[in-house]
């Protein structure tokens, strides 16, 4: 199999392979299902404390009416608790529960454990010439408006 092929088979099967993984590996651990973008949303809640439901929608390039919904879903799960921000009641802020930071743990337990594999074996000039491939990849992504191909 030539290079590009290889490229290509691994770009059809990662993304639908990893999330399952994923989902699967955190949805046992907590005994409740928790989809990808559910993971994204937890994932950029963090750990810290609570975050503004606005910066949120915006880091992962979604609407408020969009996160909002999400937001209602992983309440129902016990994963996020929202309350008004005290200096501003307007503001809408969010926090992982004890079982959101579980779940986040979980993912990013799974996220190093990703890259270990990935940088296995792999020489310093190899790890170098791959991240340089990601970062390539990462530009032509981040370049496309809304995900669309012109």
């Known amino acids: 199999m030539q290079v590009p092929d290889e490229i290509r088979e691994f770009l059809s099967a990662f993304t ?9 590996a955190i949805s046992t651990g907590l005994n409740v299902h928790v989809t990808p973008p559910e993971i994204r949303i937890i994932d950029k809640i963090g750990p810290g404390g609570s975050e503004k439901m606005g910066s949120v929608a ?4 979604i609407t408020l009416a969009t996160l909002t919904v999400a937001c209602d879903k992983l309440e129902r799960k016990e994963l996020i608790v929202r309350q008004r ?5 307007r503001t809408v802020r969010i926090s992982l529960t004890p ?6 743990h979980y993912h990013d337990a ?6 270990d594999v990935m940088l296995g074996g792999l ?15 990462t530009k032509y992504l981040v370049e496309i408006p809304d995900g669309q191909k012109e």
């Open 16 to 24: 639908l392979r990893i999330a399952r993984m994923e989902e699967n």
């Open 99 to 104: 079982s959101g930071l579980v779940a986040y």
């Open 58 to 61: 915006r880091a992962l390039g």
């Open 110 to 115: 799974f996220q190093r454990e990703l890259i």
């Open 123 to 137: 020489s310093a000039d190899e790890q170098q010439a791959l991240l340089h491939g990601i970062r390539n990849l």
């Open 85 to 89: 921000d005290p200096q501003d009641k």
